[in-house]
């Protein structure tokens, strides 16, 4: 409809590579969905501080393990910027479940809900941390 604004998401707005997306989408008039895990956190408190976040941003809770969060972050979207993925900053115990599940079953639970919810761009913004920072999670 003419007139009428463009929705996109970003998974994991919170954080800080998605915040600055975030930023520039709103900048760039666009309706952005968020998705974030734990509702109610200051940590996203920077978000709501944002020009036009008060009328142009909504958060949504979602994990990249649970297929239906992503789907309904997703619905009316017609781009994602993915972007959520774990950052460890210290050594983790068990990098399978930590890092590479939520890593490569994130990312294609992103590409499916997105498929499904006939998104038409989708932009992965992951993965540096599994194959750079750690190279030694991998093996
Ligand atoms: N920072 C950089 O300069 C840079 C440069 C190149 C590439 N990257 C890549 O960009 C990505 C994000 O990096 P970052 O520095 O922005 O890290 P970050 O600040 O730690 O942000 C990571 C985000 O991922 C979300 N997340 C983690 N696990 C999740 C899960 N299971 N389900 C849903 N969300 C989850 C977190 O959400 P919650 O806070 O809601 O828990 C957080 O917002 C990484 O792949 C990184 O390799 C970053």
């Not at 006939?118 to 599994?130: A, G, L, Q």
Request: proline share 4%; net charge neutral; hydrophobic share 40%.
């Amino acid at each position: 409809m003419a007139g009428e604004k463009e929705k996109v998401c970003v998974t994991g707005a919170g954080g800080f590579a998605a915040s600055w997306v975030v930023k520039l989408l709103l900048s760039q008039d666009y309706l952005v969905h968020g998705t974030i895990r734990q509702p109610g956190d200051s940590k996203y408190d920077h978000l709501n501080k944002l020009e036009k976040a008060s009328e142009n941003l909504k958060l949504f809770k979602a994990d990249l393990l649970d297929y239906e969060s992503l789907r309904s972050a997703f619905l009316g979207c017609s781009g994602v910027f993915h972007v959520a993925s774990p950052v460890p900053i210290t050594t983790v115990t068990n990098p399978e479940a930590e890092v590479l599940e939520p890593a490569v079953k994130g990312t294609l639970n992103v590409l499916k809900a997105c498929l499904e919810a006939n998104v038409k761009r989708v932009c992965c913004c992951v993965f540096y941390s599994c194959c750079c920072e750690e190279p030694k999670l991998a093996q």
